[in-house]
């Protein structure tokens, strides 16, 4: 395989679909982690954590037909691949999201307004989308209405927010 000449840790997803087209993922896996700089990859045990995402997850990469068309807006921030519950309900989901987002430290007032805007997006036939953050319950008040979508800024090996995880 030829040497990428940008650093592993910052590939496209076009170009990781290219390698992939012409290589094995652990060929390719063994690619970035020879040309990782900073040795972070090759600390990375990714089978045992695949395996345990794969039990109630499925990787979705922008080649599967259930990949949202609008993520391709992103250019190259536009993500590698996606974990998803429900993949088959994604393209369903996604084609009309409305975003919630808030303050972390929300006032009872933002809390009331927001939980009532989501509410009625929900109630309206949209996807509610939001993360999994403290704060505004986007999520909560889009349960009682209609499907919500949560976006993780991470992967599924560690836990968000931070303090949400076993001590």
Avoid: K
């Avoid at 990949?67 to 691949?81: M, N, Q, Y």
């Avoid at 996606?82 to 007032?109: C, F, K, M, Q, Y």
């Amino acid at each position: 395989m030829p040497p990428s000449p940008r650093c592993p840790l910052t590939f496209t997803p076009d170009q990781a679909a290219a390698d992939l087209a012409q290589y094995s993922p652990a060929e390719v896996w063994q690619q970035r982690v020879r040309l990782d700089n900073t040795d972070r990859l090759a600390q990375y045990r990714p089978e045992p954590e695949l395996s345990n995402a794969q039990l109630s997850c499925r990787f979705v990469i922008p080649t599967d037909p259930q990949w949202p068309a609008a993520l391709a807006d992103l250019g190259p921030a536009c993500p590698l691949g996606l974990w998803v519950r429900a993949h088959d309900r994604l393209p369903e989901l996604t084609t009309s999201t409305v975003v919630v987002t808030g303050n972390r430290v929300a006032s009872p007032e933002a809390i009331e307004r927001s939980t009532a805007f989501a509410t009625a997006v929900a109630e309206a036939g949209h996807t509610v989308t939001a993360a999994l953050a403290y704060g505004v319950g986007a999520h909560e008040a889009a349960l009682i209405g209609g499907p919500t979508l949560a976006v993780l800024p991470r992967g599924l090996d560690q836990a968000y927010p931070h303090n949400h995880a076993r001590s």
